[in-house]
């Protein structure tokens, strides 16, 4: 079993940045690939960024790319960070957390509860 605690959003100004960390617990959450999503108000949920256990791997949606940067520490209680840069107001959604075991090459084991950024002046 892991879970995962999303933390640090907020509310953030068109062009500034904000970093959101993923915190996972669960004696295999190191090797778990794991990803971010997000949910605007009346939109389905959409695929962010993910990063494989090694953080050799790393793919993002095109929406984000030059913009967002994933990262992990799996020595700091395997946290999970999103580095968000360049913000726009688009930007503004639920960002969930999520993990899946190494032998998944699609869908999610784990979600966490979400953690809100507004981008709005």
Known sequence: Q?????S??????????????CAASGHTASTYT?????????KERDFVARINWS???IVYADSVKGRFTISRDNANK???????NSLKPEDTAV????????????GYDYWGQGTQVTVSS
């Open 95 to 106: 960002y969930y957390c999520a993990a899946r075991s190494a032998a998944r090459t699609a």
């Open 8 to 21: 640090g959003g907020g509310l953030v100004q068109p062009g500034g940045s904000l970093r959101i960390s």
């Open 55 to 57: 953080g050799g791997v």
């Open 34 to 42: 794991m990803g971010w999503f997000r949910q605007a108000p009346g």
């Open 78 to 84: 395997n946290t999970v960070y999103l580095q968000m």
């Open 2 to 6: 892991v879970q995962l605690v999303e």
